[in-house]
């Protein structure tokens, strides 16, 4: 149901199901500091007594799971009876939907007032969770204060560890007690106004959750740091562990059902993507590349270059999670099923896999594909129903091989008998070595002018064979709003001029301020900023030559967007400017429609 950010939203629900002890799994900033050559007998000791905490701890949270199921659930109730039909009217969380695309570019003041709208209905969002993951967490409370104090005193040789295990502590310790007063009245409050003004104590929680954010920034982890530490029992311990942990995100599996419940109790209509994910599926398969699809009912009247499609299917392409990848990769394609659609099969390619769906008649049971390389794949249809826009039957495949191009398919009847046979023109799918990364690099820390802090990060990715790719991106809090907004022609010196992105990130009031920053790739350079005061230098951050940057990252943080940029050579000379008046302007619009009435 929460949709605050990928980084938060997914941690506080895996707690509000019971897996409360997803916290050791938090990445927390710190200091970087050389771990310690070779493990004592008090960090192995250690090590092993914090280990056997968090099993302790991981099998009362398995333990009281059904009892924090029972309290989300009867929480859950509550509130879908005392909150019935709050949200009715709230702005959507889909992208889609909150941005208006595919209808235009909308005015900055519009943008604004959506941007709020988003932001707004995030914080709401935000105390929801924050009630449901407290109740989920109180059965477990005494576990949870038990574990704290078993590793109170524990420490290692690498002091990163021990500042995690309490951060780690304090974490687990707060979650019982993280409900807001009243929910319920905060939502009114909020629909009462239109939708445009949040209650007091939602923008506390607003507040908790920028902070929260920028708290759980890094790249360190307590599992990675106490690997070197680790014997052959602390290792057998770990593995038992993370079964636990398994155990229980499969029995968390199922949570968002009562999110779903909660969601619709409280007026919140059922998303294009919810309804899709809820529909049941007609049929399931494994292709011979090794990846596995569905087909569903479409729940969408979306179809081909925009043309109305009812009845439909969708087949959906799930590839098997790599190894080090957190998310596993996933395609779909819709097929019409209404009377006189053509039945033509399709064929893309992607990440080195051919895939082929086709619609075809209700006496088909069988396909075989053939192959470029004279060898055959017969598979089954899935076969739909009346009701979901059949009789007909539905074939799909896919090939992960770039020698074996598909060539023809040949539909069977029940008794084997061709039905007939469809020449194919699909592409010959080359597979790409998988992208290395991305690796992230905090490059600046800094304060903006009004308060908040920021950070500017660099994200490489490699693709084995083509090189790399190096783009920068900044944070600060959940009130900033940025993007990509120009580009400097410079270059190196001597050579033809080379587009350099610059970006901005911005605020509105009470916290006003504009961050600009970007890659110089002119050698010897420097960029200005034209402000009231007069001409400012942007400073300079020098980046590792590894990295493959381009060039040093330019930064500046100021009240407002300066009007003006100037890049200027070593000598002295301008090299560049571009004004940035029409952008101010636009921003000043922007922040107009942002604030609440």
Known sequence: ???????????????????????????IALPAQPASAAATPADTASTHAYLQARYELDLALLRNDPAARADTSALVARLGHECHGVLAGAPHRDLETAFGEGRG??????????????????????????????????????AIEAFAAATASLSWSDPRIAQLVRKEAILLQQTPSLSPPDVCADMS???????????PASKVFAEQFASELEGLEGELSIGSLLHPYEGAPERALARKTEALTDRLATSSGSGGDTYTQLEHALGVPESQLQGQRQAPALGHGLARSGTRFTVRPETSSGGQLGRPCRPAVSVEFAEPQSEGSIISASSGETVCLGRGEPRVPSSTCANGEASIIAAVAASVRKVRLRLSDGSSVTSPVIRIPRKYGGPVGIYAQAIRDAARRPLSLTELDARGRTVQVVRLHAPSCKREPRPIGPKFFKLVQGTAPGGLHFTIEGTLVRFPGHGSSFSVSAQAGAEAFGREEGSIAVG???????????????GCPPRSFALVYGILAAPGSSVLARTPEGLVPLAEQQIDPSLHAGGPLFYGAFAALPSELIVRRADGSTLHTESLVAKAKETAEFCEGYAEP
């Open 189 to 199: 409050t909020w629909a009462q106004s239109g939708y445009r003004r949040l209650a």
């Open 105 to 142: 570019q909308p005015s900055p003041r519009v943008r604004g007032e959506r941007e709020r709208a988003l932001r707004q209905r995030i914080a709401i969002d935000f105390e929801l969770s924050r009630t449901i993951t407290a109740a989920a967490a109180q059965p477990s409370r005494p």
């Open 1 to 27: 149901m929460v949709q605050l950010s990928e980084r938060l939203g997914g941690r506080l629900l895996q707690a509000a199901h019971g897996v409360i002890a997803a916290a050791a799994a938090l990445a």
């Open 492 to 506: 190196p010196l001597g050579g033809a001029s080379k587009p350099s992105p610059w970006h901005r990130l911005m």
